[in-house]
């Protein structure tokens, strides 16, 4: 069965630098999550979109954006980047069209800032 | 802001041992789902239990919900070098906010 497609794998940036993370969903499902998992950490919610609009906001700081396409899959941007921001990052999706369906978790991109 | 308390958080055990893990909360989840992360990877979905009381086996994991959805267990029969990882225990609810637990990361020695 297909599952969550992130993009890169692994990145490394430097210190100012921008980035960009993609994810493709699951087909058919209509809700994306982004997480970051710092080392040893359970994950932290960044953001979520619904149908192409962004539905929950958690701890995503605001050098950070988002967003969901008409294919359905998005893009995490980051801008200025802070030795701070290496870290796991995750993205999930799920068919919240249908009551209590799980997230499933892409394999992540690793982003290192040098 | 709901809380979910897993325990414990590390544990070492020799292969063929039983092991519980369990995750409390003082809220209610319309549903509870336990994955197995491996490091550098992201989570795997093992089980998701969505009705109080409900018991779902996987081969030689056991998973039960509580009778109020608000805390579960995960059981593990002699366990194999092959369950090391860490499992998380995540809350849900009906529109798609998860509660994460610690996280157990266990450590099966052969």
């Known amino acids: 069965a297909a599952g969550v497609i992130q993009s890169p794998r692994h990145l490394i940036k430097e210190k100012r630098e921008t980035a960009t993370l993609k994810c493709y969903p699951i087909p058919r499902h209509d809700t994306v999550y982004w997480y970051q998992q710092g080392p040893g950490q359970d994950p932290q919610f960044l953001i979520s979109?619904?149908?192409?609009?962004?539905?929950d906001k958690g701890s995503i700081p605001d050098r950070f954006s988002a967003q969901q396409f008409s294919d359905y899959h998005s893009e995490l941007n980051m801008s200025s980047l802070e030795l701070g921001d290496s870290a796991l990052y995750f993205c999930?999706?799920?068919?919240?069209?249908?009551?209590?369906?799980?997230?499933?978790f892409g394999d992540g991109t690793r982003l290192s800032i040098l | 802001t709901q809380l979910l308390e897993q325990s414990p958080q590390f544990l070492s055990i020799q292969e063929g041992e039983n092991l519980t893990v369990y995750c409390n909360s003082s809220s209610v989840f319309s549903s509870l789902q336990w994955y197995r992360q491996e490091p550098g990877e992201g989570p795997v979905l093992l089980v998701t239990v969505v009705t109080g009381g409900e018991v779902k086996k996987l081969k030689r994991l056991t998973f039960q919900f509580g009778d109020a959805r608000k805390d579960s267990s995960l059981h593990i029969t002699a366990a194999q070098p092959g369950d090391t990882g860490l499992y998380l225990c995540v809350g849900g609810t009906s529109y798609g906010k998860l509660t994460f637990g610690q996280g157990t990361i266990l450590t099966v020695h052969p």
């Open positions: 979109f619904y149908e192409k609009m962004q539905s």
């Open positions: 999930a999706s799920s068919d919240l069209g249908r009551s209590n369906q799980p997230q499933h």
